[in-house]
């Protein structure tokens, strides 16, 4: 099959989040199922970063990439990128995957799709989560237009399949195909290293791991806040991500709270520093809202990391498969579920070995890919 993905960024731009892992596990994953997979991307790679490659083979996928011609309106989450209808036009896929729903890239491409098109909205729908005034604009300009084109949608999780019934019937459009599909994650055969550089300078401490963008849907306060409550000794805490307008905010917070000393910020950390930051955890920590489905404690459950979420991660299982706790978004709840995490350990790697498990019967690349090309299959089926 000729499958084509529409997205904004793809590996390695994995400073602008989970959607870019995803994007690219799955693409990845299709190629070596023996597909042939085109991703049509712009050039950023990191805020401040373009690539330099207009054209590379990752992975098995043949990734074609777009200038912006105004790269400065990247950081509002809008793309420029010159050349990419024009791409799409001369390719002939049998299906056509777009990532995210209101991007520049759909607007312009979406007039030269010839062949079925596939939606993923990767948690993005909804106005609470964020640039609520530009959802509801873009929705009231284009929404109509745009969503009649989509003939299957895939959803991250039972909450983001109520959300796609909503907007199609707010617009009274029939609903495509629909099918609840996770994200995946790699789960190589030995995550745990036996380095611990992120606990220096004390090599014997303990790590609370927070591993994403700092953001205040993501929920670091709290976090910092929690950690300072829960007032364990011989822990730190290590906050690994980029920064979206809240680090000085944050660092002032750890001063406020006394914990200056033992919370550290790594910035963004990718590759090797990723699997170390994450094989020296000893608890993953993600207090989010409005999460399609996290990249990060999926990876950090396939390290062997036992997590600490809460509601708005979309993750619920969690408790039921014994790989950590989900609790309420505040600080009093978040501060019990490290204590009582922290003080057994015993329980903490009960959870890691039953989290790693869970990722692998359930989370793998392999077995999401071929869901995937099964509601592929349904559409071209369905389209005839």
């Given at each position: 099959?000729?499958?084509?993905?529409?997205?904004?960024?793809?590996?390695?731009?994995?400073?602008?989040?989970g959607?870019?892992a995803?994007v690219s596990?799955?693409?990845?994953?299709?190629a070596a199922?023996?597909?042939?997979?085109?991703?049509?991307?712009t050039d950023?790679?990191?805020?401040?970063?373009?690539?330099?490659?207009a054209?590379?083979?990752?992975?098995?996928v043949s990734?074609?990439?777009?200038?912006n011609?105004?790269p400065?309106?990247?950081?509002?989450?809008?793309?420029t990128?010159?050349g990419?209808?024009?791409?799409?036009?001369v390719?002939?896929?049998?299906v056509?995957?777009y990532?995210e729903?209101?991007?520049?890239?759909?607007?312009?491409?979406?007039p030269?799709?010839?062949a079925?098109?596939?939606?993923?909205?990767?948690?993005t729908?909804?106005?609470?989560?964020?640039?609520?005034?530009?959802?509801?604009l873009?929705?009231r300009?284009?929404?109509?237009r745009l969503?009649?084109?989509?003939?299957?949608?895939?959803?991250?999780t039972?909450a983001e399949a109520?959300?796609i019934?909503a907007?199609?019937s707010?617009?009274?459009?029939?609903l495509p195909?629909?099918?609840t599909?996770s994200?995946g994650?790699n789960?190589?055969?030995a995550w745990?290293?036996?380095t611990?550089?992120?606990?220096?300078?004390?090599?014997?401490?303990f790590?609370?791991l927070?591993?994403?963008?700092?953001?205040?849907r993501?929920?670091?306060?709290?976090?910092?806040?929690?950690?300072?409550?829960?007032a364990l000794?011989?822990?730190r805490?290590?906050?690994a991500?980029p920064?979206?307008g809240?680090?000085?905010?944050?660092?002032a917070l750890a001063v406020?709270?006394?914990?200056?000393?033992?919370v550290?910020?790594?910035?963004y950390?990718?590759?090797?520093?990723?699997?170390?930051v994450?094989s020296?955890?000893?608890l993953?920590a993600?207090?989010?809202?409005?999460?399609?489905l996290?990249?990060a404690?999926?990876?950090a459950m396939?390290?062997?990391?036992?997590?600490?979420?809460?509601p708005?991660?979309?993750?619920?299982e969690?408790?039921?498969?014994?790989?950590g706790?989900v609790v309420?978004?505040?600080v009093?709840?978040?501060?019990a579920?490290?204590?009582?995490?922290?003080?057994d350990?015993?329980?903490?790697?009960?959870m890691g070995?039953?989290?790693?498990?869970?990722m692998v019967?359930?989370?793998?690349?392999?077995?999401?890919?071929?869901?995937?090309l099964?509601l592929?299959?349904?559409?071209?089926?369905?389209t005839?």
């Amino acid at each position: 099959m000729k499958i084509v993905h529409i997205t904004p960024y793809y590996a390695p731009a994995f400073a602008y989040g989970g959607v870019v892992a995803a994007v690219s596990g799955l693409a990845s994953a299709q190629a070596a199922n023996g597909h042939q997979v085109t991703v049509l991307t712009t050039d950023a790679l990191a805020p401040g970063r373009r690539s330099k490659s207009a054209a590379e083979r990752i992975d098995g996928v043949s990734v074609q990439r777009f200038p912006n011609l105004f790269p400065t309106l990247r950081r509002l989450n809008l793309s420029t990128p010159r050349g990419m209808a024009n791409a799409l036009r001369v390719l002939e896929p049998d299906v056509i995957h777009y990532h995210e729903l209101r991007t520049v890239e759909a607007l312009l491409t979406l007039p030269h799709a010839r062949a079925p098109l596939v939606l993923s909205a990767h948690g993005t729908l909804p106005y609470a989560i964020g640039r609520a005034t530009f959802k509801r604009l873009w929705d009231r300009l284009l929404g109509a237009r745009l969503l009649a084109r989509f003939g299957a949608v895939a959803a991250l999780t039972d909450a983001e399949a109520a959300d796609i019934r909503a907007l199609w019937s707010r617009f009274h459009i029939p609903l495509p195909l629909l099918d609840t599909i996770s994200n995946g994650v790699n789960v190589p055969a030995a995550w745990r290293f036996t380095t611990r550089s992120y606990a220096q300078p004390d090599q014997g401490a303990f790590n609370i791991l927070y591993l994403g963008r700092l953001h205040e849907r993501k929920g670091v306060h709290l976090l910092i806040a929690a950690f300072a409550e829960a007032a364990l000794p011989n822990t730190r805490l290590v906050i690994a991500g980029p920064d979206e307008g809240m680090l000085a905010h944050l660092q002032a917070l750890a001063v406020q709270h006394a914990v200056a000393d033992r919370v550290l910020f790594t910035g963004y950390i990718e590759g090797r520093k990723r699997e170390e930051v994450l094989s020296s955890a000893d608890l993953f920590a993600l207090p989010a809202e409005g999460e399609g489905l996290p990249m990060a404690a999926l990876e950090a459950m396939a390290a062997g990391v036992p997590v600490l979420l809460t509601p708005g991660c979309n993750l619920p299982e969690t408790v039921a498969r014994n790989a950590g706790l989900v609790v309420e978004r505040t600080v009093p709840a978040l501060a019990a579920g490290i204590r009582d995490l922290m003080h057994d350990p015993t329980r903490r790697a009960r959870m890691g070995i039953a989290a790693r498990a869970w990722m692998v019967s359930a989370y793998g690349w392999g077995p999401v890919a071929l869901r995937m090309l099964r509601l592929y299959d349904q559409l071209l089926e369905k389209t005839g």
